[in-house]
């Protein structure tokens, strides 16, 4: 029996390491490659620790293999070979203690670069989400919010809060306090692709967390707090958006969509909202009289 | 001296009959008394944590079959509480957010904690440092006792208490904020059905249990430090009491912070006070909130806690596996220091990891950085100790009885929990993880996979030092056979859903195109979950047929060398016939210069006739 059980425990980890193998072509892995820079960087760093604690997983559980198979051997009636009396080794201590030591060090510090530019925000990238900004001929001046919409979340759905148009037909700016001239969705952010975007992340309610899986960005919203959340959508498409941090019964159910739009798509999806809140259910242009 | 030769009988294999004037039940007949016996509190404990794991067990089976069949009717029990679930047998959404709530309040507060702290610490801490009793006796009766006021208002927060506890709707108006219990949705009444009166249950509870464990750390401090025999140094106390020694300086930093904020945020509940409630939020359309609060500042006391607790869930299965292993194996535990040091450093830097549970938060990002580089090196000790258990087996001859086999699944487990804890330390790989069932999977390889299996290994092992018997060993190994196939295919397959961006808490995950695909491997988990549930009955038979028909145990049937195994089994009232004199550390088997293959603590050393020393070469 004692040879069931000692196979028993090596075979497991085998069993795990095929499963994990075989787990992609089951779709039981990531959505897909990340569809953001950042999300790049951080399947990258997933990788990284994966391919690390994969060595570790193997490496302590073939050892574990090892010692189950001989102490068993040493139990046979024919055995000679005497128990291992010793209280332990000052020498592998110190080994088993500074290589982990060191490789850890390591996936701590290499992490730092990635979590500050996601979150940090002297780290953002300013000069991109301007350029947009640029580019969708926003009428800015430089002490006015980056963001392009307002997200507030609630019990249980997504408000977007978009900055409108002036008069001419500019974008205007996000303004903290909504304006007449905003524009409004409900589950729905429409932000232009290929370009770091921020949004100003709030909550009307209780906690919730706004997860976009493809693009790999999580952030909570928490009331009281505006966040500033950014991201880079490299393809033009739709994205689902969930909530991510209980927040009620129908938490499951907070199902919105991201959709990533050229800046012209974008822009013309705004137009549609504009002309929508501002259709006053007159199909024709009131004559001027003098005809 | 030689009267203490005898106190180590010859164990398992001495077949007295039963009438050998021994009651080997007495500790079990007075479980329902208000006894102040240690022992008997243990083993109170036990029990009372056994039907727990089964209640608690009975809940994750309920969130499980919503996951695999979702909104298909709860075979069973949906008939039994369809009173209840308004949708004729459904889990409704309510009902599925008390479930994961209840599940780990359950578990956490009535089961892994007090199992650990609660009967194993009170059965093992007096008898292995060879005390009578512990410092406070009453206090440790009055730590169990107010168990069952716990359980009575986590029975209410699940909603049985009906209209009279004011919990509105059954159980689908249970306590549904989660474990963590997250303002504001658990501050404001009006943020759903499980925030009203089941709340309220559910801190009450949660307070009480508090005042439990605060009892049982003092006691335990105090009876370690003051009460240890003659010769029972620091260095040579069995590292299941250094870890509840630990454990218990945890307890007594950790818990007035929890203590302190669950009133706050009862306050808040009850009183209308603003701790953790901003102003102006409109949550259901009620009038706006007055506020001036932080609901962050909830996040960080709970964790200030709650991240210690998860230490305190681990840390004692760790010395107990390190005393198990090496009795099994027949062989010294590998680097005893280096175990009580890597002890202590998990303890001490888990007060300053609990940052980790809130990188998503909205903290500030600098934090975030600090944390996760605290959270890693934490891997540190835990890897060391990992080490030292296998380098424990290394070079012994393993004995693959149930005791072993649990303790080898300790390992195995705890090293996947271990390293499935580096993924959510680093932070940017947690901005994805957070919140999915990778982080379930990574707590539920810690929490079941490794402390559970150490229980039911401690069960094992102590179990003839309880009730003068042995537990059936076939049975043990059926049990841990179906437990450790249920369990790991449950729990492993979480960590691809987690990868796959299932997120956790979810009434119903296929509700998004992209989960749609994961029902199949839901069911499997779901299968083998309730393979998993069921062995349990294995478990508590067992437990109850061997209390009375097992093989008669005598007093040191492992052939180990703790101190309690020089008391008879199970002990009397002051636990020891001879006061035990400690001669040596817990650990010496397998010794060449001695005849037997271990050297109890008790037993004084043998004086030799000294052999003729070589001629000094000069």
Redesign the interface.
């Known amino acids: 029996m004692k040879w069931f059980w000692c196979v028993f425990f090596a075979f497991w980890p085998l069993v795990a390491v095929v499963l994990c193998a075989i787990a992609p072509s089951m779709g039981w892995w990531l959505p897909g490659p990340a569809a953001s820079p950042l999300g790049h960087r951080i399947d990258d760093l997933f990788y990284m620790i994966l391919v690390i604690t994969t060595i570790t997983f193997v490496g302590t559980q073939v050892g574990l293999a090892y010692v189950l198979f001989t102490g068993a051997r040493r139990t046979d009636p024919d055995v000679q070979e005497k128990t291992w009396f010793s209280h332990g080794s000052h020498e592998l201590e110190v080994i088993w203690s500074t290589v982990p030591a060191l490789v850890l060090l390591f996936i701590a510090l290499y992490q730092l670069n990635v979590w500050a530019e996601y979150r940090v925000k002297d780290a953002f990238p300013k000069k991109d989400m301007e350029s947009v900004l640029a580019r969708l001929h926003q009428k800015r001046t430089a002490r006015d919010s980056i963001a392009l919409a307002e997200v507030t979340a609630r019990q249980f759905e997504w408000r977007i809060r978009y900055p409108g148009f002036d008069a001419e037909g500019n974008l205007l700016p996000l303004q903290e306090d909504p304006q007449p001239t905003d524009l409004y969705a409900v589950n729905d952010l429409h932000l232009p692709a290929n370009a770091p975007v921020m949004i100003n992340l709030k909550t009307q309610d209780v906690q919730h967390s706004f997860f976009l899986p493809d693009l790999r960005v999580k952030q909570d919203a928490v009331p009281g707090l505006v966040i500033p959340v950014w991201f880079e959508a490299e393809h033009i498409r739709s994205y689902p958006l969930l909530c991510a941090e209980l927040c009620g019964w129908g938490h499951y159910k907070m199902k919105a969509r991201f959709v990533a739009e050229s800046d012209a798509g974008f822009l013309n999806y705004l137009r549609n909202l504009h002309s929508q809140q501002n259709y006053d259910g007159v199909q024709q242009k009131a004559d001027d009289g003098d005809e | 001296m030689s009267s203490i030769a005898i106190t180590h009988d010859a164990g398992a294999q001495s077949h007295q009959p039963a009438e050998d004037g021994i009651d080997r039940l007495a500790l079990l007949k007075q479980v329902y008394k208000f006894s102040t016996d240690h022992k008997v509190i243990g083993i109170q404990f036990l029990l009372f944590n056994l039907v727990m794991l089964m209640v608690g067990g009975a809940l994750a089976l309920g969130v499980r079959w919503q996951l695999a069949f979702p909104w298909e009717q709860v075979p069973i029990f949906g008939h039994l509480v369809a009173k209840n679930i308004s949708m004729g047998g459904q889990i409704?959404?309510?009902f599925?957010?008390m479930l994961f709530t209840m599940h780990a309040s359950v578990m956490i507060w009535l089961v892994i904690i007090p199992v650990l702290a609660g009967a194993f610490g009170n059965f093992l801490i007096p008898l292995m440092i060879g005390a009578d009793d512990m410092a406070f006796p009453l206090l440790n009766a009055l730590s169990f006792w107010l168990m069952l006021p716990t359980a009575f208002f986590f029975a209410m927060a699940l909603g049985l208490g009906g209209e009279l506890s004011g919990v509105r709707g059954g159980m689908d108006g249970g306590s549904?904020?989660?474990w963590t219990s997250?303002?504001?949705?658990s501050a404001?009444k009006q943020?759903?059905?499980?925030s009203e009166a089941g709340q309220f249950w559910w801190l009450m509870a949660v307070n009480c249990v508090g005042v439990s464990s605060m009892m049982g750390s003092v006691n335990y401090m105090t009876t370690i430090i003051n009460m240890r025999a003659p010769g029972m140094t620091l260095f040579r106390m069995p590292l299941t009491i250094w870890s509840m020694f630990i454990t218990a300086i945890l307890q007594a930093f950790a818990l007035p912070v929890l203590t302190a904020t669950g009133f706050m945020l009862m306050m808040d509940n009850t009183l209308g006070t603003c701790f953790f409630?901003?102003?102006?939020?409109?949550?259901?359309n009620a009038e706006p909130t007055l506020?001036g609060g932080?609901?962050?500042l909830w996040q960080h006391l709970f964790w200030f806690y709650s991240h210690p607790a998860v230490y305190i869930m681990v840390l004692p299965a760790m010395g107990m596996v390190s005393d198990m292993l090496s009795c099994t194996?027949?062989?010294?535990?590998?680097?005893?220091?280096?175990m009580v040091y890597s002890l202590a450093a998990i303890a001490g830097l888990g007060f300053i990891v609990w940052g980790h549970h809130m990188f998503?938060?909205?903290m500030n990002?600098?934090l975030?950085?600090t944390f996760?580089?605290s959270t890693?090196?934490i891997?540190?000790p835990s890897?060391?100790k990992?080490?030292?258990w296998?380098?424990t087996?290394?070079?012994?001859?393993?004995?693959?009885n149930c005791v072993f086999?649990n303790c080898?699944?300790f390992?195995?487990m705890f090293?996947?929990g271990g390293?499935?804890g580096?993924?959510m330390?680093?932070?940017?790989?947690d901005?994805?993880i957070?919140?999915?069932y990778f982080i379930v999977a990574h707590f539920h390889y810690v929490l079941f996979g490794a402390t559970l299996f150490c229980v039911f290994g401690g069960i094992h092992f102590w179990f003839p030092k309880m009730f003068g018997r042995l537990m059936n060993e076939t049975w043990g190994k059926i049990h841990f056979?179906l437990t450790?196939i249920g369990f790991?295919g449950t729990f492993?397959?979480m960590?691809?859903?987690g990868?796959?961006?299932m997120?956790?808490?979810?009434?119903?995950?296929y509700?998004?195109?992209?989960l749609e695909?994961?029902l199949p491997?839901n069911q499997f988990m779901t299968i083998c979950a309730i393979i998993m549930g069921f062995a349990q009955f294995i478990l508590i038979g067992n437990f109850l047929w061997s209390c009375l028909y097992g093989k008669i145990a005598g007093r040191n049937p492992w052939r180990a060398n703790g101190l309690e195994w020089s008391a008879p089994s199970p002990p009397g009232h002051g636990n020891f016939d001879i006061p035990p004199i400690v001669y040596r550390g817990p650990?010496e088997?397998?010794?060449?210069d001695h005849d037997s293959?271990f050297w109890p603590q008790w037993e004084p050393p043998v004086v030799r006739p000294k052999k003729p020393e070589p001629p000094a070469d000069q």
């Open positions: 409704s959404p309510e599925y957010t549904a904020q989660g997250y303002p504001v949705l404001l943020a759903s059905p499980g409630v901003p102003s102006g939020l409109v949550v259901n506020g932080q609901s962050l194996c027949r062989r010294p535990i590998f680097g005893y220091k280096p998503i938060s909205g990002p600098a975030g950085m996760m580089v890693i090196m891997a540190l890897a060391v990992v080490f030292n296998i380098g087996i290394w070079g012994g001859r393993p004995e693959f086999l080898v699944a390992v195995s090293i996947v390293l499935s580096i993924f330390a680093a932070v940017p790989v901005i994805y957070h919140d999915t056979f450790f790991n492993f397959p960590h691809l859903l990868i796959a961006g997120p956790r808490r979810y009434a119903d995950p509700l998004h195109p992209y695909h994961l491997l650990y088997y397998s010794d060449p293959d």
